[in-house]
């Protein structure tokens, strides 16, 4: 079963930066897709960013494009471990949450393998 673990969060001022970091473990392969998804108080989980493995495409939500980038470390792309960042430029108040990693087939809708969430917090 594959495995995700987020890391990265903390706390920043509006403005600042932060990577998050998804490392990915067990039968992890190429033709899945990695998304990043933001859960601020009282909300729903939203996606923010998406990597398809298999295309190379990536997506984001209105709220971040131009701000946030998602990336994998290519040197381990189809590995048995893989780690997709989530670089995070601009910082608003409004991106604080928490911010979760999951994977689903490129070729599914349905993301079904979650990591726990990393806290991230910008203060205005």
């Known amino acids: 079963q594959v495995q995700l673990v987020e890391s990265g969060g903390g706390l920043v001022q509006a403005g600042g930066s932060l990577r998050l970091s998804c490392a990915a473990s067990g039968p992890f392969n190429s033709r899945y897709t990695i998304g990043w998804f933001r859960q601020a108080p009282g909300q729903d989980r939203d996606i923010v960013a998406s990597?398809?493995?298999?295309?190379?495409?990536?997506?984001?939500?209105?709220?971040v494009k131009g701000r946030f980038t998602i990336a994998t470390d290519s040197a381990n792309t189809g590995s048995a471990k893989s780690t997709v960042f989530l670089q995070m430029n601009r910082l608003k108040p409004e991106d604080t949450g928490g911010y979760y990693c999951?994977?689903?087939?490129?070729?599914?809708?349905?993301?079904?393998?979650w990591g726990p969430g990393t806290q991230v917090t910008v203060s205005s």
């Open positions: 999951a994977g689903k087939s490129a070729f599914t809708r349905t993301y079904y393998f």
């Open positions: 990597l398809n493995f298999v295309s190379g495409s990536t997506t984001y939500s209105d709220s």
